[in-house]
């Protein structure tokens, strides 16, 4: 950003009052909107209940990853390493040498940055099943590039093995984790947290692993989405109705390894194609479905909505949805004005 | 809301430390400038609400020293070739930072009401390519010390002298790269390096020996080979001893020094000094003025 106002900005008498980037973790949840508290932490604490082989950890993030929720439930089965990301990638791995299946939560960014080679050769190399928490995924704090995790799915997709999952709602999350400590080897699950939106309940839909799924069908326009953005895609698509537009979803929690049958089937379709995801356009669910496409040899046209290839701003999260185009009405201007 | 915030400095900073003048005179000198930052702090954290405030005021008496005492800058010209470096590692200590920068007239003070506001110079986790006077982009904390080392090495090998400080938090000495770059200073006897650590005992899951103990912290920096003191980071006269004596020991090739800062969250307002200790405050809209009220009762008690 190298465009900022000069100084003065606050002799103008505001008319409108500027958005307020506020707490770390911004709530992406809309006002009135039906959330559940602390999904991980809970869903994780009710897992341990019947797989004794589940340890938590966290690296000075309990409280922001919900972790707390697990720490108090099962005390003697959680471990604080301190800010120390490799040190808890590193005791992840070690334990799990030892039988058990550990929880290791983070931010994203430090999860996927400061201790990737951590994660790699400790863990995903000898194939042991460390499950990486990582909070703040995409664009979901205002606090610009040292939190905001706009690659973390593109860093991790070359990485042998690894299960990447990146889950809508609440209910997403309550399936994935004890998925995911029942599967063998380590995986990445994209974290939502605090009073996370409750929004598959709506549809015919629960959560496997390795699965995609359809929503909601439609003959004009089809998204496949994953994260976040399959809420946002859910709530564009019923506004796009009100325009005639009938759009399906296809939600895509497990990006590798990816459901590239389901996928490619929706989009050798004579339908508009999008992808829509909270990363970066760059390596992440754009990139992932281009390749299964040219793999299989279609010659079709997909539509990427996601993150620009830039560091992003800082600011208020919804100020931040609408410059980058993640919002629910960004979604729609962008599909009314590629239909023309 | 400003009606209680009081007027800038009198005098210019940035010349280093005025010995003109006395010691008991840059003392008082340090203590109006970290009054006037606590202000710029509170105002700052009504903006948002919520936030790094108990930091904020914790930090204040460091940040006086350095910018209305130590440093080398020309406010008009955050540029300028010949200044000292100040890095801010801790991201999230910007609020204070930005009041420290406000008071030496390198942000203007009525900007600050812009903090953590969409399109703002001034955002939450302070970064380079945002605010005049920063130097590095913190937020992931544990980078720091390391770009400070750099800077160190480059200064020297063009032949400057310029100093670089570092200011960090007790929670950054649990990464492992602030250790690297504690033994990379020493090993290249980087002596013009001055680390300046706020130990508040605290971190974002708690308290900092509840989340990973990192004492005995002067035996650690002396056996990485550092001048290493510790003091009452909010006893003004104590921390400029420091400063002066860390000036002494700062030569181009020696041992590089750090300052080892016991504060208090909240410093200042006790209200908040009372208050259980959080690393995100939140503070009701009703306290704020309370907050001010308090402040400015205890720097005034205080001179009398
Ligand atoms: C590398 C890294 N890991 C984790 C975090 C998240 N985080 C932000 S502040 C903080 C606490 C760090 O301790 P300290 O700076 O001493 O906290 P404070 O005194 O402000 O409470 C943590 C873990 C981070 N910003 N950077
Ligand atoms: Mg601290």
Redesign the interface.
Known sequence: ??T??A?????APSAT????????IASFADPGQKTAPAPFGHALAAAAETDPRIVGL?A?????TDM?VFQKAHPERFF?????E??LFGAAAGMAETGLVPFASTYS??AA??AYDFLCLDIAEPGLNVNIVGGLPGLTT??????QATEDIAIFRGMPGLTIVDPCDSIDIEHAVPQLAAAAGPSYLRLLRGNVPTVLDEYDYTFQLGKAAILRGGADVVFVSSGLMTMRALQAAEELAVHKIDVAVVHTPTIKPFDAETVLAEIDTPRLAFTLENHTVVGGLFETVASAATRRGLGKRVVPIGLPDEFLD???LP?LHDRYGLSRSSIVARVLSELG | MTSTTPTTAQHAYGSGPDRGIGFEERVRRVQDAAYRIRHHVLTMGEVQGQGYVGQGLGVADILAAAYADQLRYRADDPHWEERDRFLLSIGHYAIGHYAALAEAGIVPVAELETYGSDDSRLPMSGMASYTPGMEISGGSLGHGLGVAVGMALGLRLQGRDERVFNLLSDGELDEGSTWEAAMGAHHHQLGRLLALVDVNALQADGKTETVLRTEPLLDKWTAFGWFAQRVDGNDVSALLRAYDEAEVHSELTGRPSVILCDTRIGRGVPLLENREKAHFMRIEESEWQLCRDELTAGHEGANR
């Open positions: 950003m190298t900022a106002p100084s003065g900005t606050a002799d009052p500027k958005l307020k980037t506020s707490a770390m966290t000075d993030l309990g409280k922001y707390h604080q390493m301190g800010m120390a490799q040190l960014v430090f940055r400061r205002g606090y610009g590039p040292s939190h800082a600011g208020a100020t």
